[in-house]
């Protein structure tokens, strides 16, 4: 790792516009181009930071190995992913919640429920709490689309809005847990280049503040 450099993984997608605003708000110059380039790697011109624009789910991955010291991801791909790292601020950005959903009054005729999630350690993790022994089904996107074509029974997954679990004609059975963004620090990191960090984190705890206050 570079001694006098911070590098950041920024998650691509649905977070990245959240992110760019949260860290201009914490000080950081970020040029206009940051959300429309296709670069990967990009550097400020007056600071010393490098940011990478990963996969929202990797970003715990670089992370954890040290490929990066700082990074930008979901609390939900945090616990998917068990990865090894400090958490550091909620940043109050891309709320959402997890739920377990279905088709209203649906009656299963499996032995075990069939659960189809993206989110398979969250969810075993929630139905082992309960005492309930179910058959998970690992699915990559449009998960709501499980229960109607009867892959599944049930699902967990993400829920913001709740459009789309209205527009498919699903219900909320379950509130899991809330979901937002949080700044997470590669724990060797953190001891090499203490300073620098609490430096960061102190600014995006200001902000975040700042984006409370804005949001009541
Ligand atoms: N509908 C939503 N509203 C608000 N936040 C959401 C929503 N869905 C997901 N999120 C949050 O945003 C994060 C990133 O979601 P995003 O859809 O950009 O990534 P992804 O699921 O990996 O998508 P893709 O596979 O298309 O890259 C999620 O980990 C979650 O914390
Ligand atoms: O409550 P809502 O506001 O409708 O948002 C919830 C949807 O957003 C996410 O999907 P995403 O858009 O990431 O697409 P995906 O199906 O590819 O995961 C999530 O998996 C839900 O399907």
Same mark, same amino acid.
């Given at each position: 790792m570079n001694e006098s450099r911070i590098t950041v993984a920024m998650p691509k997608g649905r977070i990245f516009d959240d992110a760019c605003r949260l860290l201009r708000n914490a000080g950081f110059s970020l040029p206009d181009t940051f959300e429309s380039t296709r670069k990967l790697i990009l550097d400020l011109d007056d600071e010393p930071f490098r940011f990478i624009l990963a996969k929202p789910v990797d970003v715990p991955t670089y992370v954890e190995y040290g490929a990066v010291d700082i990074g930008i991801a979901g609390k939900d791909v945090l616990l998917e992913s068990g990865r090894d790292v400090y958490e550091m601020v909620? &940043? $109050? !950005? =891309?709320k959402c919640h997890m739920a377990v959903a279905g088709l209203p009054q649906h009656r299963s005729s499996n032995p075990y429920l069939k659960i189809a999630t993206k989110y398979p350690h969250i969810a075993s993790d929630y139905y082992r709490k309960r005492g309930e022994q179910v058959d998970l089904i690992a699915l990559? $996107? =449009? !998960?709501? &689309?499980a229960p109607i074509v009867g892959l599944a029974d049930a699902i967990v997954d993400i829920v913001s809005t709740g459009q789309t679990l209205r527009e498919n004609g699903l219900v909320e059975f379950d509130r899991l847990m809330d979901i937002s963004s949080r700044l997470i620090v590669n724990p060797v990191s953190y001891r090499l280049k203490k300073k620098a960090i609490d430096q960061i984190v102190e600014k995006m705890i200001r902000a975040t503040e700042g984006n409370k206050v804005g949001m009541d």
């Open positions: 909620d &940043l $109050g !950005i =891309s990559n $996107g =449009s !998960i709501e &689309l």
